[in-house]
């Protein structure tokens, strides 16, 4: 885990290896790990989540999100989702709507995730 400042805003970087992230209940513990952090954004790699999360009748994404969101922390999901959205047309069209605001986004990697904070800025 780390925290570094891309496009003017302080991210928490998750490690690819770690607990899953499972419940709206480990979207809470993300939350007291960056309290008084002065964290916007909390990026998570897709291997730290759980797969129902790719499944949004499952509407762990949507408890997921709704939690951070609440605290005014922006998700960035962190890697390869192609599998998932092949197999979604609701994860599709969730995954761009998500792309186009600025609460939650779908990066295929960090480098990606820097330039969409960038042009942010």
Do not use: C
């Not at 997921?64 to 599998?83: E, H």
């Amino acid at each position: 885990m780390r925290i570094d400042e891309s496009g003017g805003v302080r991210v928490l970087h998750l490690d690819a290896e770690g607990p899953t992230i499972s419940s709206s209940a480990d979207a809470a513990d993300l939350v007291g790990l960056v309290w008084g952090e002065n964290v916007g954004m909390i990026a998570i790699p897709v291997a730290r989540l759980d797969s129902e999360f790719f499944r949004l009748r499952s509407l762990l994404a949507g408890d997921i999100v709704q939690k951070l969101v609440n605290y005014r922390l922006n998700l960035a999901v962190v890697g390869d989702i192609t599998s998932f959205v092949a197999a979604s047309d609701a994860l599709r069209d969730f995954v761009w709507e998500s792309n186009r605001g600025t609460h939650v986004w779908f990066v295929p990697d960090e480098a990606a995730l820097v330039e969409k904070l960038a042009g942010r800025a």
